[in-house]
């Protein structure tokens, strides 16, 4: 089962499954998805492959790469149900992907202002996925990023990824617990290096969230980054 995972990815699996004369299901080849209805709480879909044909399906996870995954999954569920003989039908693919989540990936956590984590921005493929989806999904709001990432990553790179986006102020911070061994990137030497009046340092990032989730009602707040941060965030808003 091949989801959307990149040109040179997808090329590798291939080649080894036609090496071992392993069958291949693949995004955009034996299944697809099309009727793409995106808004700030839901993605809606219909999936197609030779044999089915499911419309208005909802996910409650948001960005077009979700919807890469659950035609991905749904694909996998119907191949293996009909191996094993058992069912498939249309309302448990709709329920199914209706109530799945993922928390700390573009997770809404409250409303107004409207505060998300996401855990998925930890190097340049998932960068540039959320780029996509805040292009998409928030074309007008303001966007608060505040966000920490590893000193082995490509921070800056990733950061001004980010910047490409005209609607956005970013909030770089740290975190007191990342792995062994691993460090927080230096925010303000990266502050330096993006040069921009659109990045801002914060010291601490529980009081700089507070601050943002008092002072800007109207605004988007995304908190996004290390994996490492966003659980400790998490825990943090979820009481």
Not at 19 to 28: D, E, K, M
Request: aromatic share 8%.
């Amino acid at each position: 089962m091949v989801g959307n995972i990149g040109t040179e990815a997808a090329a590798a699996i291939l080649k080894v499954a036609e090496q071992n004369g392993a069958p291949v299901s693949q995004l955009g080849r034996e299944f697809n998805y099309r009727n793409l209805v995106e808004t700030q709480s839901s993605e809606q879909f219909d999936f197609i492959n030779e044999q089915t044909n499911i419309s208005q399906i909802t996910t409650q996870l948001i960005g077009n790469y979700q919807v890469d995954n659950a035609v991905t999954a749904i694909q996998a569920f119907e191949l293996y149900q009909r191996q094993q003989q058992k069912p498939f039908t249309v309302e448990m693919v709709k329920k199914g992907i209706q109530v799945a989540t993922w928390p700390g990936r573009f997770e809404v956590i409250q409303q107004k202002p409207m505060v998300i984590i996401d855990g998925g921005a930890h190097n340049i493929p998932a960068i540039e996925a959320l780029v996509s989806t805040l292009k998409t999904q928030f074309t007008k709001e303001p966007i608060s990023i505040l966000v920490a990432v590893l000193a082995d990553k490509q921070a800056e790179k990733m950061m001004s990824r980010l910047l490409m986006i005209e609607n956005v102020e970013l909030y770089l911070t740290t975190f007191n617990a990342p792995p062994k061994n691993r460090q927080v990137s230096s925010i303000t030497k990266l502050a330096q290096s993006l040069n921009s009046r659109r990045v801002h340092v914060v010291e601490n990032w529980q009081t700089g969230l507070a601050e943002l989730i008092k002072n800007q009602p109207d605004k988007v707040i995304l908190v996004t980054g290390s994996l490492y941060f966003i659980s400790d965030v998490r825990r943090w808003l979820v009481k």
